[in-house]
């Protein structure tokens, strides 16, 4: 009999227990989708804004909204005041849907000092400056692969030999663009052969040193190739072998 007793009060205790815990999961269950449904107003991005973009011609083109976000996908920093990011620009891509949080704006030094060339493995970049009408025109872009011939000249600025410097590089960024202005004429009459661009190419640590020697000693162009170019270092063209 005493052993029939010992058993319903542990079968007893067991069922409370097992009540308690269903109790706080139930309440854990609450606080859970409570947190999950409970919203927050957060400024978001109704379309992309670009990188340099600031926040007030973002918010004057109607690129920034109030939306409703739950509590638990709330970003740190996101809030419903724009104040405190007047003034500011975004430092990367901001797209349509993301909130707008600090940590995605800053000053424009910071997103030039952010912005950064592929740069491929083992390679370092370097810029070179060609004349527009030694760099095939408008058609050189990021991603193109180009050959770098090099022209050295003497000390009256006449051709000693052109030849194939470097056979094929990747081109990382087509730029600045600047004019070398004529002997005794302004600006005015700007031809392709007076503007100068700097175009940034990925060479190695070898090919670097051999670029900026050349440039010390005469002209740069570039050529553009495709899959199919052939090219490859040779003898170069001098004045003895032009016709040959």
């Known amino acids: 009999m005493d052993r029939r007793r010992l058993l319903l ?15 706080m999961y139930a309440r ?3 606080a859970r989708a409570a947190e999950k449904y409970d919203t927050v107003e957060v400024l978001t991005a109704s379309q992309d804004i670009a990188p340099g973009e600031s926040l007030d011609d973002a918010l004057e083109s109607g690129k920034v909204q109030l939306t409703r976000i739950a ?7 996101a809030s419903d005041d724009s104040e405190p990011l007047r003034s500011k620009v975004a430092l990367t891509t901001i797209y349509a849907g993301e909130q707008l949080i600090p940590a995605k704006f800053g000053a424009i030094e910071d997103v030039e000092a952010r ?3 592929p ?7 370097i810029s070179i400056l060609v004349k527009d009408d030694g760099r095939v025109g408008r058609f050189t872009k990021a991603g193109s692969e180009i050959s770098v011939i090099s022209t050295l000249l003497d000390d009256s600025q006449h051709p000693i030999v052109t030849r194939v410097l470097l056979d094929r590089v990747t081109v990382l960024a087509d730029g600045t663009q ?14 392709d052969a007076s503007i ?6 990925a060479v190695t640590q070898e090919q670097a040193e051999r670029v900026r020697f050349a440039e010390k000693g005469g002209e740069l162009t570039i050529a553009l190739l495709n899959d199919a170019s052939e090219v490859k270092p040779g003898p170069g063209v001098t004045a003895d072998n032009l016709f040959d």
């Open 115 to 117: 912005s950064s060339l």
């Open 9 to 23: 009060v542990v079968a007893a205790v067991i069922a409370a227990l097992g009540v308690a815990a269903v109790f």
């Open 71 to 77: 509590q638990a996908q709330l970003l740190e920093g």
């Open 196 to 201: 100068q661009r700097l175009v940034t190419i």
């Open 28 to 30: 854990g269950a609450d």
């Open 119 to 125: 740069i491929p493995k083992g390679k370092i970049a």
């Open 178 to 191: 600047t004019v070398e202005p004529e002997k005794g004429e302004g600006t005015s009459n700007v031809t």
